[in-house]
């Protein structure tokens, strides 16, 4: 992606418990595009008008908005977009970026014990549901859904869960360590997609990455060699794995994953210290639409700022989970319902 946007560092300021370390300086994530607002309203008005309910006839959700994206409503320096992230490898762009991409005008609060029952009652229009699943489209990365999770649903909500109102949200939306998603499940998916809805405000929650070239990258011989063997441990994620396979694969989840004895921990807590080195992020604001590789780098969540804990109680993203290719899964999906995965003993949503 070319790098633009805003250079100057982010400053994670924040001494209480639960947040990020005190003066630590995050470089922010590139922004790659800025969609105008004229493109944004143009949007908003064409997936306002989809017909479909996502949440009852997915399918159908996707057959309106797939017309929108070859038609001339759709920006072409967002397809361009798309194409270009296309034509280039996600081992050297594992993250992306647009700003002011269109959600909808009116932004209901969920209820708290059962927000996605909630939403399907209170959110009438679907203009974020339609960026996401239009943005899949131009990438050619369909959404997968998983049976035992999210009522089944493709678009998921980060949003604080029952017993999370005021106080609590400090904790529902405080750190998650580095990792990948559904790292150890049969159906890995290869992309996650996530909007900005209703954040920013007075907290800063920042969203994390670092790339696995460059972690890799930064390694000298000697580590490198102890990270290719199988001498680490991820508990509830057997067998025994390498840190580091191929060229460019790294399996890290911060905080699980151990060293089976001293030199490999050592390694371990090297290859950790790499990924906050190189690691940059975002305060996911309205309208920024997060492109995230899954299998190419690791993501992780920093509470920096808690100064707003009725705004954090509501902060929501919308997020899908996309795959190259739904093809490869094919095993492993509901009959009849080809953008679902299949419930099985063990999985990693059970
Ligand atoms: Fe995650």
Not at 65 to 82: C, D, M, Q
Not at 178 to 195: E, G, K, Q, S, T
Request: hydrophobic content about 35%; aromatic content about 6%.
């Amino acid at each position: 992606m070319s790098p633009g946007g805003n250079e100057s560092q982010v400053r994670l300021a924040s001494g209480r418990p639960g947040c990020a370390a005190p003066g630590l300086r995050v470089p922010p994530l590139h922004v790659d595009l800025v969609i105008t607002d004229q493109e944004r309203d143009n949007l908003i008005d064409s997936l306002g008008s989809v017909r479909a309910n996502p949440y009852r006839h997915y399918e159908d959700f996707c057959a309106e908005v797939r017309r929108i994206a070859r038609s001339a409503g759709t920006p072409a320096r967002l397809r361009e977009y798309a194409a270009q992230r296309r034509a280039e490898s996600a081992v050297d762009s594992p993250t992306g970026l647009v700003k002011n991409a269109p959600i909808d005008p009116s932004l209901p609060v969920f209820d708290h014990e059962e927000p996605v029952r909630s939403k399907h009652a209170l959110k009438t229009t679907f203009v974020a549901e339609g960026f996401l699943t239009l943005y899949a489209e131009l990438a050619g990365t369909p959404g997968i859904s998983y049976e035992n999770a999210n009522l089944g649903d493709v678009f998921h909500d980060v949003y604080p869960g029952p017993g999370s109102a005021g106080d609590l949200a400090q904790k529902s939306l405080g750190p998650i360590s580095f990792h990948r998603d559904l790292a150890n499940h049969f159906v890995r998916p290869d992309y996650l997609y996530m909007l900005g809805m209703r954040s920013g405000g007075a907290n800063a929650v920042h969203t994390t990455f670092a790339s696995n070239k460059e972690v890799i990258s930064r390694m000298d011989a000697a580590s490198l060699t102890v990270a290719r063997q199988s001498r680490f441990e991820t508990p509830g994620e057997p067998p025994v794995h390498p840190l580091v396979s191929g060229a460019w694969g790294l399996r890290v989840s911060e905080n699980r994953t151990e060293g089976l004895d001293a030199e490999a921990e050592s390694v371990l807590r090297a290859v950790v210290g790499i990924v906050h080195a190189v690691k940059r992020g975002i305060d996911i604001q309205p309208g920024d639409f997060v492109i995230i590789c899954n299998n190419h780098c690791v993501h992780s969540r920093e509470l920096a700022e808690f100064a707003d804990p009725a705004q954090l109680a509501t902060r929501w993203l919308i997020k899908t989970m996309n795959v190259d290719s739904r093809g490869p899964h094919a095993r492993h999906l509901v009959d009849g319902v080809p953008y679902m995965v299949r419930s099985e003993p063990g999985d990693a949503f059970e």
